[in-house]
């Protein structure tokens, strides 16, 4: 069963700070690098929050 991982903005719009925490708690979750990211955006084009899912097996697999 695939994990979600999920960071949301703390203001209106997600920093470079947010989205590189993102990234790391993606990849300590087990992700490879290659799972795709959703996003949802403001009006003006900034990131409100970011999603991946990350898959059991493949968890397994970065702890070998």
């Not at 069963?1 to 989205?19: C, F, R, V, Y």
């Not at 790391?24 to 959703?38: K, M, N, T």
């Not at 899912?53 to 970065?62: L, Q, R």
Request: a positive charge; aromatic letters at 4%; zero cysteines.
């Amino acid at each position: 069963m695939p994990k979600q991982i999920k960071h949301t903005a703390s203001n209106k719009h997600m920093t470079l700070d947010e989205l590189g925490a993102f990234v790391a708690d993606a990849l300590r979750s087990g992700a490879s690098g290659s799972e795709s990211v959703s996003a949802q955006i403001t009006m003006g084009g900034k990131l409100k929050n970011v999603a991946t899912e990350v898959v059991a097996a493949a968890a397994a697999d970065f702890q070998k």
